[in-house]
Nanobody
Framework: QVHLVESGGGLVQAGGSLRLACEAS????????PGWFRQAPGKQREWVAIISSSTFYADSVKGRFTMSRDNSKNTVYLQMNSLKPEDTAVYYCNVVMSGVVYWGQGTQVTVSS
């Protein structure tokens, strides 16, 4: 059983930064392509970033967010800079292993104007 735990969310002013972390237990991120998603109130969950041999970002966060991984800690990160109020959402990490999709419980990010 794979268990994902996100951390690092919080309240920040517009223009500020946060660093989210997602740690996996029960398996490793090695040879997988973990991703970050977010869901704002009243909206559908949307993809934010994914990391494999390369890293890809949604247009809305490109140039502001950076996803990275530390396989020795079995953790992926999302560095979020120049945050905007529209970045307010619950952020989830996600990974597919052996055909099964796993999600973390999410971490709240709130950006005040």
């Amino acid at each position: 059983q794979v268990h994902l735990v996100e951390s690092g969310g919080g309240l920040v002013q517009a223009g500020g930064s946060l660093r989210l972390a997602c740690e996996a237990s029960g398996s490793t991120f090695t040879d997988t392509a973990p991703g970050w998603f977010r869901q704002a109130p009243g909206k559908q969950r949307e993809w934010v970033a994914i990391i494999s041999s390369s890293t890809f970002y949604a247009d809305s966060v490109k140039g502001r967010f950076t996803m990275s991984r530390d396989n020795s800690k079995n953790t992926v990160y999302l560095q979020m800079n120049s945050l905007k109020p529209e970045d307010t959402a619950v952020y989830y990490c996600n990974v597919v292993m052996s055909g099964v999709v796993y999600w973390g419980q999410g971490t709240q990010v709130t950006v005040s104007s």
